[in-house]
């Protein structure tokens, strides 16, 4: 348990991730076949379970689920269900290793040494961000020409296949991880790494 807040299996929860989103397209674009849902809840569950901060993956596509929600105005479900329950799954894991953790940082510098302040966020934004803008203005580019040339030229596109606004929340809320870990290190009182 004492180490158990340092293993950092970043990059399995990053493939986690982009599997849950492909499942996730999946099953609210094909009106929710069972088995991308299956597949979403448990690709979550994996990524919860290796490493705490993966709790954040819920956010984009909690805010996503409620933009669904609102604008289909109706609850659905099943989708929220595959999206809670790897967190209640979780949960007593979580609240053990936030125990453990409290215990053993009683008495330490260690959450003084790395506050959970905003600088921090802005830190981690300048240093991912910056040396890829000119890829990430090609990338704005070109799917702007996309959205235009593909409404002008095919009327028969489907609304599957555009960029739709929960797609657009959906990429705000993983943009916005920074910032919802740094909010979830002040509640809970843990150290912020950028």
Known sequence: YYYAYEARPLILV?????VALLCWDNAVGLRCNARWLVGFSVVLFAALMLHCYAILLVIPFGLAELVRTFRDRRVNWAVWSALVLPILLCLPLYISLARIFSTFA???DFVSVFPPVWPRVLNF??????PCSAVILVALACLAFDWRYTERTSPFVSSYSRFTVQDFVLTLGFLSL???GLLTAQVVHSPYFS
């Open 14 to 18: 990053a493939a986690c991730a982009a």
């Open 178 to 180: 920074p910032a919802f």
């Open 125 to 130: 934004y300048a240093f991912l961000i910056l």
């Open 106 to 108: 009683k008495g330490t």
